[in-house]
């Protein structure tokens, strides 16, 4: 199994930044790849960003151009670095990953950006 954390959420104001940290454990080997998503309340869970395993990313576009997915291999740890935060950011931001035909979730941890 693999276990994932985030850390790093909280409370920030608009046109601040933050930096998630989702952390893995258990047996996978390498944490190469993996997606962040956020769900606010009355709203869908969305894709926000992922890296695939070549380190390609991609990013939904109401945070393009914001926020950055980054990974650290040997720590195996995935990173989101947040950006000109915007009210409309406020969300449970969940990280995951695809591990051999598993998909893996973390917790979730509370953004709130204040206006």
């Known amino acids: 199994q693999v276990q994932l954390v985030e850390s790093g959420g909280g409370l920030v104001q608009a046109g601040g930044s933050l930096r998630l940290s989702c952390t893995a454990s258990?047996?996978?080997?390498?944490?190469?790849?993996g997606a962040w998503y956020r769900q606010a309340p009355g709203k869908q869970r969305e894709l926000v960003a992922r890296i695939t395993p070549s380190g390609t990313t991609d990013y939904a576009d109401n945070v393009k151009g914001r926020f950055t997915i980054e990974r650290d291999i040997s720590k195996n740890t995935v990173f989101l670095q947040m950006n000109s935060l915007k009210a409309e950011d406020t969300a449970v931001y969940y990280c995951?990953?695809?591990?051999?035909?598993?998909?893996?979730w973390g917790q979730g941890i509370q953004v709130t950006v204040s206006s």
């Open positions: 995951n990953t695809l591990y051999r035909t598993n998909l893996y």
């Open positions: 258990g047996s996978i080997f390498s944490f190469d790849a």
